[in-house]
C-alpha cells in the first residue's frame, strides 16, 4: 500500500524555527510537493523535490532524502501567518498526488 | 499568473436540486482536476481531464457528473446529493497529466447539502 506520515500537530513561537518531517512509502516515485493550506481555503504551493538535497526558497527549504523515503519543510523566523497546515505529497509512478493527512502548525507569540 | 478560479464561493443545496460548480484557469495548462476536502483531512481525487478527456474517475458516485467544455473551463455537475456530500470542492489545474508538474489550486467552493 501507499503510506504518508505526517505529525498530527506541532507548536512553535514566533520568530523561531521549525522542522515538519514527512517519510513516505509509495509505489513508484517522480517527486515530493509541500502544500501550506489556511484554514476554509486552497493549499498554495510551496516547493517540489525530486532530487536529494536542500531546496531554499526564502524563509523555506524543503530537503529531500529518496533512500530513507523521507523529506522536511523548514520554516525559519516564524510568522503568526505561518499558522496553517503543511500538507505532504509524493507523485507516484502514476503521476498521481498521493496525500498525507496534514500537519496543523500553531504559532504562539 | 498562476490563477485557477472558482465559482460560486459558498452554495447550500437541497438533496432534489440540481447545480453546478465552475473552475476557469488561463494558463494554458491541459490537465484540469476536480478534488474532494473534508475537515481536517487531505484533499481526495475524484476526476482528471487531460487534454479535455476524462482520463480518471476515482469511482465517483453518479450524482457527480463533471464537464470540460473547452482547455480553460472545467465544470462539476452536481445532482440529488447527500448530506455527506458536503465538502470544500478544490480544482486544480497542472501544465498536463503525465508529468511532475505542480498543480496549481483555485480557492474552491464550499458545499453544504441539506
Known amino acids: 500500500g501507499q503510506n504518508i506520515d505526517q505529525p498530527t500537530e506541532m507548536t512553535a513561537t514566533e520568530g523561531a524555527i521549525v522542522q515538519i518531517n514527512c517519510t513516505y512509502q509509495t509505489s513508484g516515485f517522480n517527486g515530493l510537493f509541500w502544500y501550506q493550506q489556511h484554514a476554509g481555503e486552497a493549499p498554495t504551493f510551496l516547493s517540489y523535490?525530486?532530487l536529494d538535497g536542500l531546496e531554499e526558497k526564502g524563509r523555506f527549504s524543503s530537503f529531500l532524502s529518496r533512500s530513507k523515503g523521507y523529506s522536511y519543510l523548514l520554516l525559519k523566523e516564524l510568522q503568526m501567518k505561518d499558522s496553517a497546515s503543511y500538507l505532504c505529497a509524493v507523485l507516484d509512478s502514476n503521476y498521481q498526488l498521493i496525500w498525507g493527512a496534514g500537519t496543523k502548525l500553531i504559532i504562539k507569540p | 499568473d498562476t490563477e485557477v478560479t472558482q465559482t460560486p464561493k459558498h452554495l447550500v443545496m437541497g438533496m432534489t436540486n440540481k447545480k453546478s460548480l465552475k473552475c476557469e484557469q488561463h494558463m494554458g495548462h491541459r490537465a484540469m482536476y476536480w478534488y474532494k476536502q473534508k475537515a481536517k483531512k487531505p484533499p481526495e481525487l475524484m476526476f482528471v481531464y487531460s487534454y479535455e478527456k476524462l482520463s480518471i474517475n476515482e469511482s465517483v458516485p453518479s450524482r457527480f457528473s463533471p464537464e470540460c467544455p473547452n482547455s480553460s473551463l472545467l465544470n462539476l455537475h452536481l445532482h440529488a446529493l447527500q448530506p455527506e456530500d458536503s465538502a470544500l470542492y478544490l480544482c486544480?489545474?497542472?501544465?498536463?497529466?503525465?508529468?511532475?508538474?505542480?498543480?496549481?489550486f483555485g480557492p474552491g467552493t464550499r458545499l453544504t447539502v441539506l
Open positions: 523535490n525530486v
Open positions: 486544480a489545474s497542472s501544465q498536463q497529466r503525465g508529468g511532475a508538474d505542480t498543480q496549481y
